[in-house]
Nanobody
Framework: QVQLVQSGGGEVQPGGSLRLSCKASGFTFSSKGMKWYRQVPGKEREFVATISAHEDFVRVADSVKGRFSISRDNIQSTVYLQMNSLKPEDTATYYC????????WGQGTQVTVSS
């Protein structure tokens, strides 16, 4: 079955950096676009970034443009979210998922940006 196992995250000061990883299994990773979303309590899950199967299309949310980047390694079946210049408003639980699907998500990774 589809599994998305996240790692990374944690607590960082404003201006710091973190990298999230999402290791996929149970499907042909190299044929699927992938996505990152984030959620804070009481709010809907928010789009962060997406990358196509062969990296020819990448889109990031305006709120993180220029600070976050998404990448993937189709050999390792892993998608990454590099987060730089983090702000307190980036504090959220981050989830990876398969683009075009809402059934499968990673377990969630907490990112806290605080001084």
């Amino acid at each position: 079955q589809v599994q998305l196992v996240q790692s990374g995250g944690g607590e960082v000061q404003p201006g710091g950096s973190l990298r999230l990883s999402c290791k996929a299994s149970g499907f042909t990773f190299s044929s699927k676009g992938m996505k990152w979303y984030r959620q804070v309590p009481g709010k809907e899950r928010e789009f962060v970034a997406t990358i196509s199967a062969h990296e020819d299309f990448v889109r990031v949310a305006d709120s993180v443009k220029g600070r976050f980047s998404i990448s993937r390694d189709n050999i390792q079946s892993t998608v990454y979210l590099q987060m730089n210049s983090l702000k307190p408003e980036d504090t959220a639980t981050y989830y990876c998922g398969i683009w075009g699907e809402d059934e499968n998500w990673g377990q969630g990774t907490q990112v806290t940006v605080s001084s």
